[in-house]
Every structure is written in C-alpha cells, then in structure tokens.
C-alpha cells in the first residue's frame, strides 16, 4: 500500500484548489472538470484506504509522523482508527456529489471550487490528525472557506450569518487554544502529539487560580470541550447554524450538516475522553442531559419553524442530540450507536439538504407557509414524483423508520441508555416523535394537497441530480438495514476507548 | 583600528546616513533642472541605499554580540534583527511613498529623507545602551516623527496632527530626561549596563524605582502609543499621508518594543539562566501586564466603532502591540523570544494592509470604510492581499500572525497568568469582528460594489512585487516557522544583556 496515502488524500483537494485558481479566467468550464477529477480521486483513494484498513485492529493505522515544528514538539502527524476510518469516505465521497450537484453553476466559479476544495482538505485534515495542534489548525483553517462561500455567495442575509458564525466558532477556537496549551505546559515532556498526552496523564495534576487549587483535567476538559460543543452545535451555543444554513448556498449547506458539524462530535471522542479518562466519567451525565436537551431543544424548534431549510438546521440539531446522547453514556451498545448515528445522519442528512437545495433553486424560495398562511409550495407529488420519491426517503431515513438511515443507529443509542438513564431514554424517545411531527407537517404541505403558488416553476429531478442523489439513498438503505459493516470497522478502537473510560469510572 | 572594526559593525546605520544626505543632494540638483525623470531618480536612489542598508544588516545578524565605542553601543544578533525590520519597514515605506497620491512629486525627496532619517534614529535606538545616545536618538526618531505627521501641509487634520505629537512629545521628553536623571542618581553613570549592576547589586528604595520606571515608561508609552498614551496613535494615522501612518504604526512601534526591552529586561531585571530575573523589591512586571490587558481591550473595542479606514487600523494596532507587551512581563527567553517573533509578523503584515490600504484611499480620495465595498472583484490580486493581511492580523491560522499570537499566548499560560490569557482570548474574538467587518466589504457582491472600476492607482509592477515580498512571509512563515523561531532563540542565548 502506498506509504502516504492519507497525506495524499487530505491534501489532494488543496492542489486541486491551487490548480483551480492558476487555470486562467477565459475557459470557465475547465475549473469543474479539475475539481470534478481531483474529488474524485480523493475519493478513490479514501475507497482504498477502508479497503485496507484492518477492522481487528484498534491503534492508529496508515499512521505518517514527520517532525514539523521541532522547537515545539509539533509534529505533523496522521493516522486513521475506528474513530474516523468511516469519515474519510463520507467526507470524500459528499464532497464529490456536492461538485457534481453545483455542475450548472455560472457565477465565480474558479473561487467557488478553489474555496470549496479547500474546504474539503481542513475538513480531512481534521479527522485525520493526530496532534493537537495539527488537529487546531485544520479546524480553524476550515472557518475561512465557508465565511467567504457563504459572504459571497449566500442568501439575502448572507453577511450576518457569515460573521455570526465566524465569531462562535472563533470562540469556540480561543476556549480550545487556551486548553491545549495548558496541557501542552503541563505534559512533561511538552507534546501536542494525542498519543503521547493520551490515558490519563493529568489525572493530578492541579493549577492554582485565585489562590484555589483545582484540577487541570476538570478544567481543560471543559474549555476543550467548550470549543467543540459549539461546533457540535450543542445547545445554548447553537444559533449559528440554522442561520447559516438559511444563507450558506445549498451545496454547501450539505456539507455543513452532513460532515462539517461532526467533527465536533469526533473531536469530543478523539481529545476529550482520550486524554481526560476522569474527567469524562466525571462529565458524561451531563453530556447525557446535554444530549436530550439538544434532542427536544431542536425538535420543538424545528416544529416551529416556516423556512424548510431551518427545519432541516433544527432538526440537526435534535438529531446531533442523539448522538450526544450516546456519547454520553459509556455502554458499548450506546456508543457504537452514537458513531452509527454520526455516520448515517451524515447521509440522510445531505439526501435531505441536496433536496431543499434542489426545491429552492426550482422556485426560488423556501418557505413552507407564506405568511398569509397559505402554502408555499404543496402537491408537488403529481408535479415532480421522482423529487417526492426522493424526499420520501431522505423524510423515512430522518424519522428512523425501519430499514432506513437513522433506525438502528437510533436504536442503538436507545437500547444503550435505556439502562443507564431510563429518564433521558423516554425523553429522547419523544425526540422521535418530534422528528415525526416536524417532517411530516412539512412533508404534507409540500408534496400532498392542492398544488400551491411556488410550484408552478418545479420540475423534476434530471438525470445530473439522479447521479448524485441515487449513491446517497442507497446508502440510506444500507445504513439502515445492514450496518454491520460500519460497526465493525469501528469496534475495536470504540471497545478500547470504553476501557480506558471505564477503568477511570468510581 | 579598533574604531574602524567599529565603523565597520554600524555600516547599516552609515549606509542609512549616507542615503538620507544623497537623497536630499540628488532632490536639490533635481530641482534646478526638473524632468520628468527627476521624482523616479529621487526614488531610486533613496531605494537603493535602503536596499544596500538591508544587506548590510542582514549581514550583520551573524555578529557576535560586542559593545562599541566606550560601551554605547551594543551590537548583538537582537539588536541587528531590529534594525533589519525597521529598514525593511523603512523600504516599504519609502516605496509607498512613491506610490502616494497625497505627497506632490517635488516633496518626495524631503520625505524619503525624513523617513531614512527616522530610521535611522530608531535603528540607533534600538542599539544604544548609553542613555545619552539612547535619548538623543529618541529625539531624533521623535522629530522626524513631528515633521512627518505634519506632511500634508494643506490638511488641517495632518497638522493638527503634528501639533498634537509635538506638544505630546515634548512632554515626555522632559520625563524622559527626568527619569535618566533619576537612574544616572543610582548607578553614577549613564551608561545601562552600570546602572543596572547597581539595581542588582543593592537594594534601592522601591518607591524611587517606580518613578524613574514610570517616568521612563511614560516616554516609552508615547512611542509605542500604548495605553494611557494610546489616544494620539489614531489622530496621527488618521491625519498623517498614509506612508507616514504606515511608518508611524510600524517603525516607530518596532523601536518602542526595542525600548520596551532595553528598560524592562536590560536594566529593570537581573540576567539568568534562560530568563532575566526581577529585582526583589520591584515588580514592575505587575504594571507591564496590566498594561497590556487594558491596551488591548481598549483598541479593540474602540476599534468596533471606528468608520474611518486608517483610524480603525490605527486602533488595530494599539491592540496588536498590546497582545506585544504581554510577552515581555513573563521575561523568560521563550517569552522575549515571542515577542521578537511577533513584531517581526507584525511589521510585515502592517506593512501589508497599509500598503494595499493606501491604494485604495488614493484611488478613491476617500477614507471611509465603503471605499472597499467589492475591491476583490475589481482588483483580485490586490483584494486578496489585503484579507490576508487583515485575516494574518486577527490571528488566524494557518496565517503567519496566528503563530504570534500562538507564542505569546503560550508563555502567558506557561507562566501560569491565567487571567491574561482569557483577556487575551477574549480579544481575539472581538479583534475578529471589526477584521470581519472590513473583509466583508472587500467580498461584497452588493449593486454598485463593482461600480467603482478598478483602482485607479493600479499597482505597477514594482507595486505588485513588493505586495508579493510582503505576502510570502504571511503565508509561508504561518506554516513553516521553525528558522526563523530558532534563529530568534539562539540570538537570546548569545546576547550580553
């Protein structure tokens, strides 16, 4: 097997984004052709790379470790466990189907592509690095594309939400640098590598601040985890992202729900409980409740929502609860259904985001119900029947019905906690049936009823769109009826972590 | 033989005298026979010494740290990097004064004479461990200063400019004097390094040594246009052309931070291994952060509200040097060595947003914030440049400006000043916002953004290279900064002081 092949994946895309940007203005066809190959061998090799994983094994795998900043100790280094082997491919894979998605584009399509496969190397970078400060650097480095997509090329508030969701990521940013440079000075010997800070090396040691003497676990496990929630997005810190999904443009908005705001999720799994054992155990309750919050917080919010786009945001929300949840409770099952859930809300969620993108580019608008209370769109169902058939599944998926995207991962999560926290089980259960109210409510008025005013324009999904969205229902389905596959490539790393969690616990 | 080895190790700051009086020569005989050659010759010759100048310092990096002429100057690996920042500035600027709009073609020549001469006064600064040359340098770099904040002859608001620092600079001039008077009362001697072997050796009264620091301090404060000092740096960006703005923020900022660590490190604290130790009963430490806190929390807010372009990043970099100032308390060579890192990213990407700033207000003949409304689309490359600028200054990775503020913000916690990193977080997030607000407009598609047509100074090719020279470091050093953080580090060991 070739000897770098993840460099080559992470950091394809930023050559393709370098190449994209020297092709000269006059033939403006040829920029989609080189991001549209150079995606798609990204994600060939990410293919070849779970290919030969080895799915008994759970250390670090393809793992590459080259001295960067010597006078630091910053190593560049990567690897791939059960933790992220899964995202490399789903990264990959929805940015490919999101250049196929933006093919008929027009305006500014060199920075458009450039900034987008920039995009596509931070988000990799992220889940493919093994040092924190490498990890911190492909995490804020992903900040810049999607403020200038979305300041450019957004909605009509696109500058708002752009600068709104600069600052709390930002801020999420400055909580996580403080973190880790507090552990970085309390690690002897210095290291930003996470396998030299893993397992519990901060266990006693304590900071004085104030005059009172506190444990640096505790503490740096919170701001760590300050940073990451925000991007989760865990509530209170939310509400960046249904106003960013309102203006971002739709294919970005795909990527921004399906994978960007995951690597919150992996980060908290990846940093927080590899290097603070204690203070996870001592923490996850809340995360627990954290989760359930999240799952009724988005649930109610979504009910509430006119804008199909923000329904889809808030129903992120909740369904980042899940996953929450999850992670939580330190059971294998619960766990593994937290991972499973990451990866194939991922799914459901682009199928669901490349549809609204596709209804509002039809008829130029989003709104379900107009605000004389008349519908938006409706009856679409005789208009467009293979856009409904698609919608259908990526609404099933989303509820969790039997055989479909979030179903066993749902389950799982369920099953997991049930014993644990039998309280939050039932309140995330009724998360379920939130998810049933909102999509529902909004799948009647768009697609059953009488055809309303935004109809008039749409048309029905074209062969182009076909190609991108068949992968992904497939994948719904696969996700949902047999994802034995998914969990076993996860097992081993996810049982390894549970132990070192669990050998902490009191 | 021994004054010509001299001689030899300040061959910079001849180079820069020699520039200064070749200059003013070649502008006079220009004058009386005037061409339309004569502006570029000026130029050029102005250029080509400042250049032969860098060489010379970059040169004189490798020295080996000694102290000239009766012990007044040290030439050490610190103090040489200094001046080779400053003349780089002292490049830039000259260069943007050629570009200047604001600055009619037969002016030139006394400009780029003030500005070699400024430098050169700040590169003496930078090495003086006399107080008397470190204060007759002071003034030198002080008077340049007053002359060329009040450039702009028919602008009230530059004059008013001139004025203001005029009256300002006296004042702490006095204190200044008042303050060498002070210390020359505990060591007998003028010399630094004399007075410091006495702090060090003997105890002195704690509240004398606050008010000779203060007094000093006070001096020093102006120039770096810190905090309580802070309120004049915007009127004088904001009124002066904007070379002498760039050359303000920048140069005169550099040679405040060299004063800053010749009054704090070089005399104020003890030499020891791996970090300078404070004297017992004096704690000035305590004051410096407080400084810096307040100073940047105050740029950065005030900095919120501003409209005017030049004025905001005046305020802007009232809260870069405060992030500065925070390395110099812990005092550590890890920390100095921060901070040495830092105004070197400081000094280019400055550099940078003034350069492409001045284009646009130029070009618009305006100075509000609107004039960048669409510049990327108008002027890509020129766009571009300048949110990497503004984008490296809010501290973002992988920018050069992040690893800085990287740096700092590691000794901070290292030496476990808990509250100060969280001050120092928290601002970079508001940083963020009027950075933002301005890169908002260079992106924004809005009806009429592109109306303007492209900047009418449109950058030559001399123009673009050198935007180009200031952008390679940005990005480059974000993301491979070790050469230049262990050349920092070993000229730290080396240093007497």
């Known amino acids: 097997m070739v000897r770098n092949i993840l460099s080559a994946i992470v950091f394809l895309p930023l050559l393709g984004a370098a190449l994209v940007l020297l092709i000269s203005r006059e033939d403006k066809r040829i920029h989609r052709y080189v991001a ?75 920075g458009y592509f450039a900034l987008f496969l920039i995009l596509e190397t931070a988000v990799l970078g992220t889940f493919a690095a093994q040092d924190l400060f490498l990890l911190f650097a492909f995490w804020s480095a992903a900040l810049l594309p999607i403020y200038f997509m979305v300041g450019v090329w957004g909605n009509k508030n696109r500058e708002y939400a752009a600068t709104k969701f600069f600052l709390y990521q930002l801020a999420g940013s400055a909580f996580l640098l403080l973190g880790m440079l507090a552990i970085y000075y309390i690690a002897e010997p210095h290291s930003f590598s996470l396998l030299d800070l893993s397992g519990g090396k901060f266990t006693s040691a304590r900071i004085d601040i104030g005059g009172r003497s506190l444990g640096v676990e505790h503490l740096v496990f919170i701001l760590m985890l300050a940073g990451f929630a925000v991007r989760l997005p865990v509530v209170p810190l939310h509400s960046w992202f249904p106003h960013l999904q309102a203006e971002a443009p739709p294919v970005l908005a795909v990527v921004l729900a399906a994978i960007f705001i995951k690597t919150g999720a992996y980060a908290i799994v990846r940093v927080n409980y590899a290097l603070f054992p204690e203070a996870a155990n001592w923490f996850a309750p809340v995360l627990a409740v954290a989760g359930a919050v999240n799952i009724i917080y988005g649930g109610i919010c979504a009910l509430g929502q006119k804008d199909i786009r923000r329904l889809v945001a808030y129903s992120c929300v909740s369904h980042m609860g899940f996953v929450l949840l999850g992670l939580g409770i330190f059971s294998s099952t619960a766990f593994h259904g937290a991972f499973l859930q990451m990866v194939s809300h991922g799914v459901y969620t682009g199928l669901l985001f490349f549809l609204v993108g596709i209804l509002g580019a039809r008829s130029g608008q989003y709104d379900i119900m107009n605000p004389d209370g008349s519908v938006g769109f409706g009856g679409l169902v005789s208009k467009a029947p293979l856009l409904t058939g698609f919608f259908t599944v990526a609404v099933f998926s989303t509820l969790g019905v039997p055989g479909l995207g979030a179903f066993p991962s749902e389950s799982l999560v369920f099953l997991g906690a049930f014993p644990y926290h039998r309280l939050l089980t039932v309140i995330g259960l009724g998360g379920v049936f939130l998810t049933a109210g909102y999509l529902l409510w909004m799948y009647r008025r768009v697609f059953l009823g009488k055809v309303g005013e935004g109809a008039g324009q749409i048309t029905d999904v074209t062969l182009r769109e076909q190609v991108f969205l068949v992968p992904l229902v497939l994948l719904c389905v696969f996700a949902g009826t047999y994802p034995t596959p998914l969990i076993n490539l996860a097992q081993p790393t996810i049982n390894q972590v549970l132990t070192s969690l669990n050998k902490e616990a009191k | 033989m021994e004054e010509l080895k001299s001689l030899f190790l300040i061959s910079p700051e001849l180079m820069l005298f020699a520039t200064a009086i070749v200059t003013l020569l070649v502008d006079i005989s220009s004058r009386r026979r005037p061409s339309d050659s004569s502006p570029r010759l000026v130029t050029g010759f102005a250029l080509l010494g400042l250049l032969g100048a860098l060489a010379l310092s970059l040169r004189s990096l490798g020295f080996a740290p000694t102290e000239i002429f009766s012990r007044a100057l040290s030439i050490d690996p610190v103090s040489q990097f200094i001046k080779t920042l400053l003349i780089f500035a002292g490049i830039i600027t000259v260069l943007q004064g050629s570009m200047s709009r604001e600055i009619h073609d037969t002016e030139k020549g006394e400009l780029y004479a003030l500005l070699v001469l400024g430098t050169l006064g700040m590169c003496v600064m930078a090495s003086a461990v006399h107080f008397l040359l470190l204060f007759l340098a002071y003034e030198m770099a002080g008077v340049t200063c007053y002359v060329l904040a009040a450039f702009k002859r028919r602008s009230s608001l530059s004059s008013e400019a001139g004025v203001k620092l005029f009256i300002h600079g006296s004042l702490t001039t006095i204190l200044f004097a008042i303050g060498i008077v002070m210390l020359y009362g505990i060591g007998k001697s003028f010399n630094i390094l004399d007075i410091r072997t006495q702090l060090t050796s003997a105890t002195m009264p704690t509240g004398y040594l606050w008010v000779a620091f203060g007094l000093i301090f006070v001096a020093l404060a102006g120039r770096l246009a810190i905090f309580p000092f802070h309120f004049l740096a915007p009127d004088i960006v904001e009124g002066a052309p904007s070379p002498v703005s760039s050359f303000f923020s920048v140069s005169s900022c550099i040679a405040g931070m060299a004063f800053a660590l010749r009054l704090c490190i070089h005399i104020f604290s003890a030499k020891g291994d791996l970090k300078w130790v404070h004297l017992a009963n004096f704690e000035w430490p305590d004051l410096i952060t407080a400084v810096a806190a307040v100073t940047m929390t105050i740029g950065n807010l005030t900095a919120l509200y501003q409209t005017n372009l030049k004025r905001l990043i005046g305020y802007s970099c009232i809260a870069q040097v405060g992030y500065l100032l925070m390395g110099i308390p812990v005092s550590t060579h890890a920390g100095i060595a921060a901070v040495l890192f830092s105004l070197g990213t400081y000094c280019v990407v400055t550099l940078g947003t003034f350069f492409v700033i001045q284009m646009v207000t130029d070009s618009a003949g305006s100075e509000k914030i609107t004039i960048l409304r669409g510049l990327v689309w108008r002027n890509p490359y020129e766009g571009v440049a300048l949110c990497v600028f503004l984008l490296s200054l809010a501290g973002l990775p992988p920018l050069v400006g992040f690893v800085g503020r990287f740096y700092i913000l590691g000794v901070v916690v290292r030496e476990k000043l808990y509250w100060l990193s969280i001050v120092a977080a928290i601002n970079w997030v508001l940083g963020l916002t009027y950075y933002l607000s301005m890169i908002k407009q260079v992106f924004s598609t809005d009806a009429g953004a592109t109306a303007g047509g492209p900047l009418t100074t449109s950058a030559n090719f001399v123009a673009k290279s050198a935007l180009a020279v200031l952008l390679l470091p940005t990005l480059v050093l974000g993301i491979y900064w070790d050469p230049l953080m262990n050349y920092i580090t070993r000229s730290l060991g080396a240093v007497a002081w």
């Open chain 1, 36 to 110: 549209l190959l150079i995606s798609l061998i990204t994600f060939v090799l990410s293919c070849l790379l779970v290919a030969n994983f080895d799915h008994t094994a759970a250390g670090v795998q393809f793992a590459e470790n080259y001295e960067w900043i010597t006078s630091l100790k910053i190593s560049y280094s990567l690897g791939v466990d059960g933790l992220n082997v899964a995202f490399i491919p789903l990264t990959a894979l929805l940015f490919l189907l999101c250049i196929v998605a933006s093919w008929d584009r027009v305006a500014g399509l060199k």
